[in-house]
């Protein structure tokens, strides 16, 4: 009998109706994982009764079970008549709401300050990402039912008759959905493994490595797996098989293209070397109710969005503004692109952020910059806004 290959299984993951209501999955969920690190423990408790021994009774079964898990992806491309990327539930678990799609549009006119105007009425609310010749901006404010302004223009500016391709926005809510993964192996007499009632409490996006990586971690309701099933899932008196296999191909988007854009007056930065944006839930599941001995529900605490930067120090006044924002505590905007093709694509944009003072490296050729986690803020769970185009 063969050892089993840990490139021969495959990845799903489905919004739940319901928490800890596992999902259907069909071939569209399947996601491109890098891995899936999952651990389930049992809370440990001291027996305090006198056996008359030295040796350990055991504990009785039923006793409250933890779960958490982690799984990274690399971005890559997504189609948007699937309705968004492979790993969209993902990002509305960890932001929470419902995703907002654009069909695009035809622009009319457009001005270097990044005001544009539509051939019809464009639909858009402030937050809402456009994209157009393979980058990606975001409303700042709809003057018209024809006209919007954009966060910082695009660098090449889009003609009368340009085409507007489609996008979906990603938006912080006060609730959070959770999702089901399924983790399939070959060959299929394996132990398949579902999580269900998974709830994203972390989410690291990282910016010119290698690949841009897309990291979740977070903790579920329980882990179900074909070798124990015990009609966990409703309505599915057996393990659900792996939905039939169809076309999966991708590309995997390289980790040194794309946009930054910085400050107070958004500048493009083209001397970052290293920069992540983290968002953390803070969750506390529902634990303790007498009666059950998993989790009932997902309670998010105060939401934390921070962006750390590595840069090299220059001596112009956009890179100088920076380090005068970090002294007096002002805020500053931060937008990264990540990619440059069409279909190819994300956003993240980071309103007001208030940047910590840089730390100076000086162990290399050319001094660099290290910004510490520096958090960002907002009125009502707008901090972040995260797009693909």
């Known amino acids: 009998m063969a050892y089993i290959s840990s490139n021969a299984n495959r990845f799903y993951a489905a919004l739940e109706s319901a928490y800890g209501q596992a999902a259907t999955v069909h071939a569209g969920n399947r996601i491109p994982a890098l891995k899936l690190a999952v651990s389930q423990q049992q809370e440990i408790t001291k027996r ?222 083209f001397t970052i070397t290293k920069a992540s944006v983290v968002l953390k839930n803070n969750l506390d599941l529902r634990t303790r109710e007498f009666g059950f001995s998993l989790p009932q529900a997902i309670s998010p605490g105060e939401r934390s969005v921070t962006a750390t930067i590595e840069l090299f120090s220059q001596d112009d006044s956009a890179t100088t503004g920076l380090y005068q924002a970090a002294r007096q505590r002002s805020p500053i905007s931060m937008m990264f692109q990540l990619g440059q093709t069409q279909g190819q694509v994300m956003a993240i944009q980071l309103n007001s952020v208030v940047p910590e003072v840089p730390e100076f490296d000086d162990g290399q050729n050319r001094l660099q910059w290290q910004f510490r986690p520096s958090r960002a803020q907002g009125t009502s769970d707008n901090e972040i806004t995260i797009a693909f185009g």
């Open 48 to 269: 305090q009764d006198k056996t008359g021994s030295r040796t350990f009774a055991g504990l009785p079964t039923g006793g409250r079970r933890h779960t958490a898990f982690q799984l990274h992806t690399y971005m890559t491309t997504w189609q948007s008549s699937n309705g968004g990327p492979a790993y969209g539930p993902l990002f509305q678990a960890a932001l929470g709401a419902a995703p907002l799609n654009s069909s695009g549009g035809t622009v009319a006119t457009e001005t270097s300050a990044g005001q544009v105007g539509f051939t019809n009425p464009h639909g858009l609310t402030v937050g809402q990402a456009v994209s157009c010749n393979g980058e990606v901006r975001f409303v700042a404010a709809v003057v018209d039912p024809s006209t919007i302004q954009l966060n910082v223009p695009f660098t090449n500016t889009p003609s009368a008759g340009s085409t507007v391709a489609p996008t979906i926005t990603y938006l912080p809510a006060t609730n959070l959905s959770s999702i089901s993964i399924y983790d399939y192996w070959d060959p299929s007499t394996a132990v398949q493994r579902m999580l269900c009632g998974a709830a994203v409490d972390e989410l690291d996006i990282l910016v010119n490595g290698d690949f841009h990586e897309f990291h979740f971690s977070g903790v579920a309701q329980d882990l179900v797996d074909s070798s124990s099933y015990g009609g966990q899932i409703s309505n599915a008196q057996a393990y659900p098989a792996e939905p039939t296999l169809q076309g999966f191909d991708y590309s995997i988007v390289p980790g040194n293209l794309g946009q930054a854009w910085l400050g107070n007056t958004p500048t493009q930065f």
